[in-house]
């Protein structure tokens, strides 16, 4: 039936029309964007977990960050301790000369004060963003002797928790402000006599070649070698620890690659399936308007029955 009131055909026609200039500007808005979800409304599950991993990502660049700071602490504090001990085994070497029955120990004295002097330079220009884990105040308020350095951000349903990395800096200090002091190199040591004596302020100066002060000697040769063996083992407990961090470092790097991958599968366009939708969309609608066209058109044959 044919009516002037009615275009069934135009309406139809407009319908498909409608429908294709909105699919036509969806696909037109994932290309721009680059998004197949970018807001909630696209996809209120894949937005939702998207949203969430990429907050998790930044906060995984923060640990990221603070991870390169534990790193550049611990390699402060390793690379002084590997020069401290090669201060002290020259101490050493001073010592055992100094072993030699007849030679003069005040001279050899005035070197190690100076090898002495900088072993307490070394220790206090190791200090890195205002952390020096090798000279130290125990006694001071807040002190804390485990240092931890953030490596991991979890979460687990809707809560969250941060890892850190620890390490105890009470088996690295070589100086300690403390009234008793205990780092490596400025705690008491036996002497063979009743006394002690420090790496940090031996002296032999006033040393004879009388049995017993070549036994002090030999004490203090014993006392600065058991030093070299303890900072040895320090150092090697934060070559461990930087190893550690930099796994972590290397761990962190690639869960953010993964994570980043995951949120594109939920939320990226496929440019090459949409670019190819747009141009089929592109062809739907000048259809539709051709047919929107002949269906308006159509009501003015029904003129030519009244001629």
Known sequence: MSSIRTNVAAMTALQTLTQTNKELEQTQNRISTGYRVSTASDNAAYWSIATTMRSDNKALATVRDALGLGKA???VAYTA???SIDVVTEIKAKLVAAREPGVDRGKIQSEINEL???LQSIATSASFSGENWLSVDSSAAGYNSTKTVVASFTRTGNSVS????????????????NAAASGILDKDRALASAGTFTVATLDISGLTDAAADLQDLEAIISGVDAAITEMTTAASDLGAGKKRIEMQDDFISALMDAIDRGVSQLVDADMNAESTRLKALQTQQQLGVQALSIANASSQTILSLFR
Request: aromatic share 4%; net charge negative.
């Open 73 to 75: 602490t611990v390699d």
């Open 81 to 83: 301790l590997e020069k």
């Open 116 to 118: 002495q002097n900088q």
């Open 162 to 177: 941060i890892g850190t990395i620890s390490i105890n800096i009470n088996n690295i200090k070589l100086f300690d402000g």
